[in-house]
């Protein structure tokens, strides 16, 4: 009865903070040989699942507008003048489809398992109990131990229908499998940041540490380890705005 008691809103998401590492082309930069711009050719991202680097590690982490509009016209232009230059694909590896195809013959092949849906569920009531906008380390550190156990639920995660057409069981387990991934990405790198920043609100450490903490967060699946970038500081064509805490 909405006269006497209140009803209840589950909050959800609607942008992204963080994302794939790009230039300002929108090209794909991973780490190597100490190096943390090296470009995969051929692959962009654009938008909120991308990462320029203009906003820094704040709640801005990638902003749909500035991210899609501006660095999306870049990658747009980009890819005309240099890749459309050549008409040839370049050769794939023999076993290029290899990975995918497996993850297709493990969830065809798994004759019992979980329901996807409910390792879904699992992963979202893990996140928001323990990775919401306000923080404690405790809170944290048993999340990444939660959604680590979650993760091993999603390996037995099978298919009553296995059907070739319009299976929308099989994506929902191709997806739980994608969202285990940003879930544990989220979780570890949360736990291992003591200060507050943006929506990283932390309890235990409620200052903005910039001396120490002015860095993306790399979380890398293999392993289940992180490392680090710094923040982009040096604009192409105008001066840099030095960073300051926000304030209200």
Known sequence: DITKEPIPVVPTIH????????????????????????????????????CVSVHGANRLGTNSLLDLVVFGRAAGNHIVE????????????????????????????????EY????????RSTMQKHAGVFRTQKSMDEGVQRIAAVRERVKSIGLKDNSKVFNTAR????EVDNLIEAAQATMVAAAARP???GAHAHDDFPNRDD???MKHSLWYSEGNRLDYK???????????????????
């Open 15 to 50: 942008y992204q903070m963080g994302g794939i590492p790009t230039n300002v082309y929108g090209q794909v930069v991973v780490p190597k040989n100490g190096k943390h711009n090296d470009i995969v050719n051929g692959l962009y991202a654009v938008g909120e699942c991308s």
């Open 82 to 113: 240099t890749n459309l230059k050549t008409k040839n694909h370049k050769p794939l590896p023999k076993d290029a489809a290899d990975y995918t195809l497996s993850r297709l013959a493990r969830l065809d092949s798994a004759k019992s398992g």
């Open 116 to 123: 996807s849906q409910d390792v879904a569920n699992e992963i």
């Open 171 to 174: 994506i929902e387990a191709l």
């Open 195 to 197: 200060e507050s920043r």
């Open 211 to 213: 001396a120490n903490w």
């Open 230 to 248: 710094p923040v982009n500081l040096t604009p192409l064509t105008v001066e840099s705005v030095p960073p300051k805490v926000r304030t209200f």
